[in-house]
């Protein structure tokens, strides 16, 4: 079965690792969200494609989610002895991801072609792509005024009161070479276990990926959980935007767009009132097991629709 | 006593070192190369000022002299693993100096303030000052064509047959901020015993520096001991310039510029041909104490010239 998985951080690249597990790599593209890309320190950062690529190469930090494995912090450690920024934590071996795709993009190589090559590096089979190559800016707009994301996130750790999002530039961004191909050779195409806000939606959102994923079927899985996000803002966001989050209203925000959707057996009674057709079982996954056993799930249920 | 000391890489920090241990902070400036200096990475590199500032910080190396003691690889590791380039070794520690005094050049700060800004942050009493803030660069000129001096040095292992040196950029270079004042206070200059052609000439070629240093009681440290350099590339050059690498080489080289020439006591019987006053004593810095020996030897025979 060939699919596409719509990916943001770390709960969508559980779900993508546990696909990964399954299907042979031609069968399986990732395409992830850089509405959260942002510059650092003279750095080009890539938060949801370095969260998806190390947790298919097996070197993300199984404690976090995201980063890496067995992390070093000397570098932070002495920039904060000279005073440099520290609010973004970057540690010794990510840094290398960073400082090279940082030099490969000025050197004129676009994002998607330097992901292929890092992924070739760290001996990621699938097809792992940004959803656009030119630069999106997921911007959250508060009661404290227009917020970069990353500063929301991670500075102010999502203390401002959301009251929409904009996408700075995405109007004249164009999917990732590939995308559009692989979406329109997809079997099925499935939303991940990510934020719909500011994962989802900004990869939906960039011109013509919306208009081709259309065409397929379509399942998502909820990132609410017993009205709660597994990790992130999303809950916080659906209140703060005075919707109560719940996985009913993941799939109310998606409509019509969705042929199947995948809540946690803890919202087991939701199922009969969403008005399509529902797998229900365990979604949270802890252990690479519970990736593998939900992605077999979540294709086979797809493969009946 | 109020000296100027100038210095490149290991040897010369290791004397300006022991001055720090001897003298006052304010009485103590230390002009440093960087002609060696070079963008590598995306990173603003100058591999002189940092051995200076590491040394005094009491934060370099032990085992090369250059770079951080107790230093991890962690970011070169994985660099190398998506096929960056590695042939310029840099820790994880000393990464935090590039990145930050890269940003903060960007910014618009001067090297100088830089400068002064880190040693504040590293806990260095003397100042250490760039010889510009101006780009000079150290250009070899080889049997193999002009070679960027760290690629010279560094990439080439010092292999390509040298026929002479270019400083690009040094004419429109101006000493920076203090040094000349620096100078004109100072009872005296000292060069240490670094390398005469690609660390002293730089900073004496910048405009200006050598007119204010001949007007002072100059003693300069032979980095050429029994005929051979301590470290780094000094006796090869010679020997290609079709020089015999020796103290004598050495004092000749800077000519009427010195009141007092400082040798090793293994070149005892050259003191009575160079036809100027000599300290003979031991100049080989193995310890921290033989720094603050030599200093104290050398400050002495200073005085008294």
Known sequence: MKIVALAGGVGGAKLADGFAEIL???DLTIV???GDDFEHLGLYISPDLDT????LAGIAS???GWGR???TWHFME???RLGGSTWFRLGDKDLATHLERTRLLKAGQSLSEITAHFCTAWGVGPTVSPMSDQAVRTVVLSDEGELAFQEYFVARRCSPHVSGFRFEGIEAALPAPGVLDAIYEAEAIIICPSNPWVSIDPILKVPGILSAVKEKVVVAVSPIIGGKAVKGPAARMYKELG???SAQAVAEHYGDLLAGFVIDSIDRELAKDLGLRALVTDTIMTRKEDRIRL????LSFTKDL
């Not at 998806?52 to 947790?55: G, L, P, Q």
């Not at 992605?295 to 979540?298: H, I, N, Q, S």
Request: with cysteine; net charge negative.
């Open 24 to 26: 042979s790599p031609e």
């Open 32 to 34: 992830v969200n850089t």
């Open 52 to 55: 998806v690529c190390y947790t």
């Open 62 to 64: 199984p404690e976090t």
């Open 69 to 71: 494995a067995d992390e």
């Open 78 to 80: 002495n920039l904060e």
């Open 243 to 245: 919707i109560a989050p």
């Open 295 to 298: 992605g077999k799930e979540v």
